[in-house]
């Protein structure tokens, strides 16, 4: 009998993997889709980081690595705690794995005992609750809908807090909204937290440099919290390195000593190749990051203005990311095609199978209300995606 242990069948799967999947099979049928589902740069990793990685494989960085990553990069990481976020850490404060979404994970499976309360902000990353349950956490969902712009309230934090909250996790800027927490926002978070000393914070922080709205602020600012921040980064985003699979924690020792013991049972140190790559976008040039989010932030004006045009969409402007995150729920109970709507995640299959432009129902983010369209693409493909999906949308009745 061909039985999967109960915790993986408590994992739901991946709906944006799922639906970018099911994008490449159109593809592969001679199907012309325009793909806004995926959530990475459409960039190359630029050239110096190339060329580092280049020169650590010529130099044979091609042994194991310390699991929690190479001290020069790990320095190299403190260094742009400091210059960027002006935040104090040392190198035996960081661990890097697998991308951010390693340490997400590894930074739940240390903390959360079986029955702890996780408080997941909603809209969320799809994979976070599901993080929570693999470490046989409760994932509590407050949800902050597109008329706070997907941002939750103090009072709402306060009311979710129970004695069985271990933990928050904070995405800023948000995937799927593009919602960004300003540092007035984020001290009236703290507050809240600096009541409650069982609470942690694990601050995802991975979109930090996509930001259209100046510095980007850090929870792990404020004194009262720092010993309970874990700060989760990554090369992905900001460096256009999503397949080198760097991603880091910053945050009190003993819990990054634990992340280390964890991480030293199940995948050892990230790729060394990618480590030295890493190290070179910390510490080289920064101006490909500020061309890229100058990129971005033409794009989301673009997406912007032409999703206001869409009869039936509601629309706010994000600050951050590269990501719209409409509200479409006007659509539900309307039909076309032999086929009714009934909730994003079918308005979503609609929207591929008859506009063919892929993009991602928020049911999966905790927002049923909402599609998730990545802009991450090029213009041209924003324009012909919006206007391909205004002509479907227009067909249901």
């Known amino acids: 009998m061909n039985t999967l242990s109960n915790r993986l069948n408590s994992l739901s799967p991946s709906a944006t993997l799922a639906m970018s999947q099911k994008s490449a099979e159109l593809k592969a049928q001679g199907?012309?889709?325009?793909?806004?589902?995926?959530?990475?740069?459409?960039?190359?990793?630029?050239?110096?980081?190339k060329e580092a990685a280049k020169k650590a494989v010529?130099?044979?960085?091609?042994?194991?690595?310390?699991?929690?990553?190479?001290?020069?990069?790990?320095n190299a990481i403190v260094a742009k705690l400091k210059r960027e976020n002006g935040l104090d850490y040392t190198a035996a404060q960081i661990s890097c794995a697998n991308g951010a979404?390693?340490?997400?994970?590894?930074?739940?499976?240390?903390?959360?005992?079986?029955?702890?309360?996780?408080?997941?902000?909603a809209p969320f990353w799809v994979s976070y609750p599901e993080m929570v349950k693999l470490a046989e956490g409760t994932p509590v969902i407050v949800a902050a809908g597109i008329e706070q712009d997907f941002k939750i309230t103090p009072e709402q934090l306060e009311a979710a807090i129970t004695p069985k909250t271990k933990a928050l996790i904070l995405c800023s800027p948000s995937n799927p909204t593009g919602s960004v927490y300003s540092k007035e926002e984020l001290a009236a978070l703290a507050a809240v937290l600096a009541r409650h000393e069982q609470v942690?914070?694990?601050?995802?922080?991975?979109?930090?440099?996509?930001?259209?709205i100046g510095r980007h602020e850090s929870i792990a600012q404020f004194p009262e919290l720092k010993e309970r921040v874990v700060i989760v980064n990554g090369v992905s985003k900001a460096y256009a390195m999503t397949g080198w699979?760097?991603?880091?924690?910053?945050?009190?020792?003993?819990?990054?000593?634990?992340?280390?013991?964890?991480?030293?049972?199940?995948?050892?140190?990230?790729?060394?190749?990618?480590?030295?790559?890493?190290?070179?976008?910390?510490?080289?040039?920064?101006?490909?990051?500020?061309?890229?989010?100058?990129?971005?932030?033409?794009?989301?004006?673009?997406?912007?203005?032409?999703a206001k045009d869409v009869p039936g969409f509601e629309v706010n402007v994000p600050q951050g990311a590269f990501y719209l995150f409409p509200?479409?729920?006007?659509?539900?109970?309307?039909?076309?095609?032999?086929?009714?709507?009934?909730?994003?995640?079918?308005?979503?299959?609609?929207?591929?199978?008859?506009?063919?432009?892929?993009?991602?129902?928020?049911?999966?983010?905790?927002a049923p209300e909402c599609i998730r369209m990545s802009y991450a693409t090029s213009d041209e493909n924003i324009v012909e995606a919006i206007r391909r999906i205004k002509e479907a949308l227009a067909e249901l009745k």
Not at 41 to 49: M, Y
Not at 58 to 74: K, T
Not at 328 to 344: D, E, L, P, Q, V
């Open 200 to 212: 942690y914070v694990i601050a995802d922080e991975i979109y930090e440099h996509i930001n259209y």
């Open 101 to 121: 979404k390693q340490s997400v994970c590894n930074t739940i499976l240390t903390l959360v005992n079986p029955g702890d309360e996780v408080i997941v902000p």
């Open 327 to 366: 509200k479409c729920s006007s659509f539900y109970g309307k039909s076309a095609h032999g086929r009714t709507i009934t909730n994003s995640d079918e308005l979503a299959m609609y929207l591929l199978e008859v506009g063919h432009v892929a993009c991602v129902g928020g049911t999966s983010f905790g």
């Open 58 to 74: 010529d130099e044979n960085w091609s042994r194991y690595s310390p699991v929690a990553g190479y001290p020069s990069l790990r």
């Open 245 to 306: 699979r760097i991603g880091f924690i910053a945050g009190p020792e003993w819990i990054v000593k634990g992340v280390n013991k964890l991480q030293g049972q199940y995948t050892s140190g990230p790729c060394s190749v990618s480590q030295k790559a890493a190290e070179a976008a910390y510490m080289g040039t920064q101006e490909p990051v500020e061309e890229m989010r100058k990129a971005f932030e033409r794009r989301r004006d673009l997406i912007v203005r032409l």
């Open 31 to 49: 199907v012309d889709v325009i793909n806004l589902s995926v959530g990475e740069p459409d960039f190359n990793t630029p050239d110096h980081i």
